[in-house]
């Protein structure tokens, strides 16, 4: 079994910053790809960053140049550095973990944490 938990999120200005974490504990062998994703009311959950064990990294487009994703592999734990925030940014984050138990491939999700933008 694997937990992942995100912290960070809350309340915060527009062109304010948070800073969100994810961690990953249980059965773990490795991972591979950390990522997080965003869901708003009434949209589609949308894919904002992604970061591999190499630390290639992948950003949709509403987020690039503001959001930066980073990864401590020691620690099984991915970040999310959100700049220049906008009312629009305004949604869960939910952390997402591709984990090998052994030989067995499985993607774990977290509760989620809400990040709120005010105009």
């Known amino acids: 079994q694997v937990q992942v938990t995100e912290s960070g999120g809350g309340f915060v200005q527009a062109g304010g910053s948070l800073k969100l974490s994810c961690a990953a504990s249980?059965?773990?062998?490795?991972?591979?790809?950390m990522a997080w994703h965003r869901h708003a009311p009434g949209k589609q959950r949308e894919l904002v960053a992604t970061?591999?064990?190499?630390?290639?990294?992948g950003y949709g487009n509403s987020v690039k140049g503001r959001f930066t994703i980073s990864r401590d592999n020691a620690k099984n734990t991915v970040y999310l550095q959100m700049n220049s925030l906008k009312p629009e940014d305004t949604a869960v984050y939910y952390c997402?973990?591709?984990?090998?138990?052994?030989?067995?491939?499985?993607?774990?999700w977290g509760q989620g944490t809400q990040v709120t933008v005010s105009s």
């Open positions: 249980g059965s773990i062998f490795s991972i591979s790809a």
């Open positions: 997402n973990a591709g984990v090998y138990s052994g030989r067995v491939y499985s993607d774990w």
């Open positions: 970061c591999t064990s190499g630390g290639r990294t």
